[in-house]
């Protein structure tokens, strides 16, 4: 599928988005071990989360529902089946690695696989704990998917993550619920906590400080009514979007703003941004707010260190909003970008070049100057959805009309994005 996007006018309107896509995987994960009926509203309509979703039936829980809200009616630690054919992630790096860690303790083998993309991401970051607390995993060339899961018995391990990955941290975490005593992880632990917050909320013992996390085994999980926020990083094209074109008003209803996904937040104001969360509520477990935003000119920055994996889905955009701004953007210690769903500072670096913008890419990030004009191309999602979306931003202040390939990759975190894109403009 191709869209066209042209020079647009000034953005106006109040828009809800779809519920959060790391939330929503959580959600459905851990209401499928815990004992009843849990009721999520505002469920990710993004393709992800319903690969997770086609998972949880597959392995013997009922889901009913349909659109935003879902019932999964969970059967305890130890209700799920065998799966009776191989379980499909998708492209979804969420499902594969987090549904990981429940698959490693159940009493039978399962294979799980995914799309061509998620073929080629890396799985040994989850093996090896996985193998340590007990479980057997084939995977191809010992490092990709397909994995064959051999679960069994777990014990409780002590592991420090070689990267500050929360997908990472929830499998373990997961598989940390089967086991019998404290699981523990430490290392850069400072990533997106829904996990914890999740894990807690449904009942089980989560101690979190900066540096260490510990769950203690066999909970008792007791469902829940729960309704996701919507998801801070598909709102973060509209922000992008408000902020690149003259005149431009948005809010944005009921958007998660848990501190560790606010960062994008932070940077921005930094960056000179006129951002107001006129009001903030705790619904449960995660701040919820509405964002007001405003074109602004914004001075360009530096995302490196920690700031990085705070950001890191972000980046993309934040790319065209640095070529936009007055000094320019520099990402350094990005190399996690190069295995996302698109080695994504190839692909970033090549759609700015196609707008005509200068950028050079680094082994591990970025550095685009600043005040540059956009002209109108034909970009390339690679079949990466945050491309697709980023680049789309772009095009709305390119000068002319400009062509989006593979434009339904959008749909894996957020498939009313074209309307809604369409819905704002003047
Ligand atoms: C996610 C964690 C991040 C992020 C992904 C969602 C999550 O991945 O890029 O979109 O929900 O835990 P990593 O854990 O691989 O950094």
């Given at each position: 599928?191709?869209?066209?996007?042209?020079?647009?006018?000034?953005?106006?309107?109040?828009?809800?988005?779809?519920?959060?896509?790391?939330?929503?995987?959580?959600?459905?994960?851990?209401?499928?071990?815990?004992?009843?009926?849990?009721?999520?509203?505002?469920?990710?309509?993004?393709?992800?989360?319903?690969?997770?979703?086609?998972?949880?039936?597959?392995?013997?829980?009922?889901?009913?529902?349909?659109?935003?809200?879902?019932?999964?009616?969970?059967?305890?630690?130890?209700?799920?089946?065998?799966?009776?054919?191989?379980?499909?992630?998708?492209n979804?790096?969420?499902?594969?690695?987090?549904?990981?860690?429940?698959?490693?303790?159940?009493?039978?083998?399962?294979?799980?696989?995914?799309?061509e993309s998620l073929?080629r991401r890396?799985?040994?970051?989850?093996?090896?704990?996985?193998?340590?607390?007990?479980?057997?995993?084939?995977?191809?060339?010992?490092?990709?998917?397909?994995?064959?899961?051999?679960?069994?018995?777990?014990?409780?391990?002590?592991?420090?993550?070689?990267?500050?990955?929360?997908?990472?941290?929830?499998?373990?975490?997961?598989?940390?619920?089967?086991?019998?005593?404290?699981?523990?992880?430490?290392?850069?632990?400072?990533?997106?906590?829904?996990?914890?917050?999740?894990?807690?909320?449904?009942?089980?013992?989560?101690?979190?400080?900066?540096?260490?996390?510990?769950?203690?085994?066999?909970?008792?999980?007791?469902?829940?009514?729960?309704?996701?926020?919507?998801?801070?990083?598909?709102?973060?094209?509209?922000?992008?979007?408000?902020?690149?074109?003259?005149?431009?008003?948005?809010?944005?209803?009921?958007?998660?703003?848990?501190?560790?996904?606010?960062?994008?937040?932070?940077?921005?104001?930094?960056?000179?941004?006129?951002?107001?969360?006129?009001?903030?509520?705790?619904?449960?477990?995660?701040?919820?707010?509405?964002?007001?935003?405003?074109?602004?000119?914004?001075?360009?920055?530096?995302?490196?260190?920690?700031?990085?994996?705070?950001?890191?889905?972000?980046?993309p955009?934040?790319?065209?909003?640095?070529?936009?701004?007055?000094?320019?953007?520099?990402?350094?210690?990005?190399?996690?970008l190069r295995i996302k769903e698109t080695d994504r500072i190839r692909t970033v670096?090549d759609n700015?070049?196609?707008?005509?913008?200068?950028?050079?890419?680094?082994?591990?990030?970025?550095?685009?100057?600043?005040?540059?004009?956009?002209?109108?191309?034909?970009?390339d999602s690679f079949g990466d959805h945050r491309i697709a979306?980023a680049?789309?931003?772009?095009?709305?202040?390119?000068?002319?009309?400009?062509?989006?390939?593979r434009?339904?990759a959008?749909?894996v975190?957020?498939?009313?994005?074209?309307?809604?894109?369409?819905?704002?403009?003047?």
């Open positions: 599928m191709q869209k066209r996007v042209h020079l647009a006018g000034p953005l106006h309107g109040t828009l809800s988005l779809p519920g959060d896509k790391s939330i929503s995987h959580r959600y459905a994960l851990i209401a499928a071990v815990a004992e009843g009926a849990t009721r999520i509203r505002n469920y990710s309509t993004g393709a992800d989360c319903h690969s997770t979703l086609a998972c949880v039936r597959a392995l013997g829980i009922e889901v009913e529902g349909a659109g935003t809200e879902f019932t999964i009616h969970g059967r305890g630690l130890d209700g799920l089946r065998a799966p009776a054919a191989d379980l499909d992630a998708g979804s790096g969420s499902t594969i690695r987090m549904l990981s860690g429940i698959l490693a303790a159940q009493p039978f083998t399962s294979r799980i696989l995914g799309d073929s890396p799985m040994q970051r989850i093996i090896q704990p996985l193998e340590q607390m007990g479980a057997r995993i084939r995977a191809r060339e010992g490092r990709f998917p397909p994995l064959e899961i051999h679960g069994g018995p777990l014990h409780p391990i002590e592991y420090e993550l070689p990267v500050a990955s929360a997908q990472v941290k929830t499998c373990i975490l997961l598989a940390g619920l089967f086991a019998d005593g404290e699981t523990v992880v430490t290392g850069p632990v400072a990533s997106r906590d829904h996990t914890e917050i999740a894990l807690s909320e449904f009942g089980a013992d989560v101690a979190a400080d900066p540096e260490r996390i510990s769950i203690c085994g066999r909970p008792r999980l007791t469902a829940l009514e729960l309704e996701a926020p919507s998801d801070l990083s598909s709102a973060a094209f509209f922000l992008a979007a408000a902020l690149l074109v003259p005149g431009s008003r948005l809010s944005i209803r009921g958007v998660g703003i848990n501190p560790t996904r606010a960062a994008l937040l932070d940077f921005l104001r930094g960056m000179g941004a006129r951002l107001r969360i006129p009001d903030l509520e705790s619904r449960n477990g995660e701040l919820v707010g509405e964002i007001e935003v405003e074109h602004s000119t914004l001075a360009g920055g530096t995302i490196e260190g920690p700031l990085t994996a705070a950001l890191i889905d972000e980046i955009v934040l790319a065209v909003l640095g070529a936009a701004s007055e000094n320019g953007l520099i990402v350094r210690d990005a190399s996690e670096v700015l070049r196609r707008l005509g913008v200068a950028a050079e890419e680094l082994p591990d990030g970025m550095a685009i100057p600043g005040k540059q004009k956009f002209h109108a191309a034909e970009f979306m680049f789309a931003v772009a095009a709305l202040a390119a000068d002319g009309e400009s062509l989006i390939d434009a339904e959008a749909s975190s957020f498939p009313e994005f074209w309307d809604t894109l369409g819905s704002i403009g003047s």
